[in-house]
């Protein structure tokens, strides 16, 4: 009877020890989750508070943000004349296409009508097309319907070389008859330096013109009418890119 007893007391005793075993395991294997959890944990905010500091870094290494960038380029735009031209506007288009450059090609209606490839091209290439007039005359010295005939041809010529229909116009002379801005819906863009390509040959007098009047939003006014006027824009390209300009349309300077 006592042994029985002794028995049963340890065989109790043997599964307290049982459970305390389980017990014990229980929350040391707890203790180590939670252990785990806060360690992973820790891990992950460094690594938050990290990523987040070399983000800042990022943004603050010296680099200028897009905005700034904007801010900082000096645009200025190329503008030509009178085209397209079967002997130089290719060439134009050539030496703009190797520079990266876009320009403004204010076109003559019966010229487009003539080289409506050209205009394709320089379209395709990512150039703005404007027009000039369908020949070149004094649409002042034209009757209203006269003026309006002269832009609507030559609008319908740019549509069927290049799909789409212009939005800017330079009048030859800068002649233009304001009160029909609202007839032909058209914006009117002049010039903030003429060179007088058109009047000498000499391709460093023209780049001399425009370099000394040259600033910030400059319009510069040129022809691809001749060998002197392109190789002068490709050298006024050349040097204003390296002094920081960027070359736009006249679109994308008025738009600012
Ligand atoms: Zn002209």
Known sequence: ?????????????????????????????LLLGIGVAIVVERAQTERGITEQTSSQQDAS??????????????KVALTFDDGP?????GVLLDGLKERGVKVTFFVLGSEVELYPELVRRASEEGHL???HAYRHVNLRQLSDAQAI???????????RATGQYASYIRPPYGCWKEDLDYEVQMVEVLWDIDPRDWATTSSNLVVQRVLNEVEENS????HDASKSSVQAAFTIIDTLQNQGYTF?????????
């Open 219 to 222: 319009i510069i006014l040129l």
């Open 248 to 256: 736009v349309t006249v679109e994308e300077l008025l738009l600012e």
């Open 129 to 131: 097309i404007g027009v």
């Open 61 to 74: 290494n010296g680099q200028p943000s897009k905005i700034q960038q904007d801010e900082q380029v000096k």
């Open 149 to 159: 005939e002269q832009v609507d041809r030559t609008n319908g010529a740019i549509y």
């Open 85 to 89: 031209n079967p002997d130089y506007t």
């Open 1 to 29: 009877m006592q042994r029985a007893f002794f028995m049963n007391y340890f065989q109790i005793d043997d599964l307290k020890k049982k459970i305390v075993c389980a017990v014990l395991i229980f929350v040391g294997a």
